[in-house]
């Protein structure tokens, strides 16, 4: 085992990811399910803070069991396939909804598995068996920006970022679904699946630096997430304040709005009633 210190305290950020569409096209023979989706990092970001020390210590969200804590399981694999033991004080700052479907616990593990990666002058395709064997979204963190994800959303081909403004406003119904992938993936009917064209059409229109098509963005969880008082309220209440497009990030139940411009993203915020309720905020993709 190989002991990896620090020179110096270390700021990493870990940003959240919107799906720019996600269509699901069949289940594999593994009980995984093949999807098309378009990830894109967004300015919403935990922060992971480690700083020099002579042995491991974590300071642990409590909101986060043990047996879900990606962070630890990332470590533990680093210790497994790497040999590698990290000496530090790490701090996870958590600004990332919890189980909203943008991915902050895969970002934390991607971000900090990257930033192991620089220090011990291991490369992000190396990375890349343990990436996938922490979580289907932690690959992506490895680098985030845009790409599309199919597969079980590990096989990642980089895509240039939207060419034009592409305004965000994010909510975050307060809705539990207890076991939520496995329950809204069981609620899947036939009429949720789809080729994925629409998905790869958008892929295409990044490809060529083009404005993407907001009409095409979809999301296979839409109709069962509308089942839920809180999201459909929300979804509303987006439409209500002047979004053109609405859909869940991931299996939600966050949603996006997407709005015509930046001003009118901006005065939504101010000038909708449920704000409160449904904690807006206005967000941007990060590259």
């Known amino acids: 085992m190989t002991d990896l210190r620090l020179n110096k305290p270390l700021r990493l950020l870990a940003p959240a990811k919107i799906n720019l569409g996600l269509e699901i096209t ?60 990290l000496l530090a004080e790490l701090r996870v700052h958590k600004q990332i909804p919890l189980a909203g479907g ?39 963190f490895l680098r985030g920006g845009t790409a599309l994800a199919t597969g079980s959303g590990t096989d990642l081909e980089p895509l240039p970022s939207p060419s034009t403004p592409f305004p965000l406003v994010l909510v975050v119904p307060d809705v539990g679904i207890p076991r939520k992938t496995a329950t809204l993936y069981a609620s899947l009917t036939a009429g949720d699946f789809s080729d994925g064209e629409l998905t790869r059409q958008i892929a295409n229109q990044l490809r060529q630096v083009n404005p993407i098509d907001r009409a095409m963005l979809q999301n296979a969880f839409a109709r069962a997430l509308d089942a839920y008082a809180p999201i459909r309220e929300a979804r509303d209440a987006l439409e209500r304040a002047g979004a053109n497009v609405v859909l869940p990030s991931g299996a939600g139940p966050s949603l996006i709005g997407i709005f015509p411009s930046q001003e009118s993203a901006e005065a939504a915020l101010i000038d909708w009633p449920s704000a409160r309720r449904f904690l807006p905020r206005l967000v941007a993709a990060r590259r």
């Open 26 to 85: 069949g289940k594999r023979p593994d009980g995984y399910h093949e999807i098309v989706t378009i990830l894109q990092t967004i300015d919403l970001c935990d922060e992971i803070v480690l700083t020099p020390a002579e042995r491991f210590a974590y300071t642990r969200d409590p909101r986060i069991p043990l047996q879900d804590d990606l962070i630890l399981r990332t470590l533990d694999l680093v210790r497994a396939r790497l040999g590698l033991s």
């Open 102 to 140: 943008l991915g902050g616990g895969s970002s934390d593990a991607g971000t900090l598995l990257a930033a192991i990666g620089r220090l011990a002058g291991i490369s992000d395709a190396e990375l890349l068996p343990i990436a996938a064997e922490l979580g289907s979204d932690v690959p992506f």
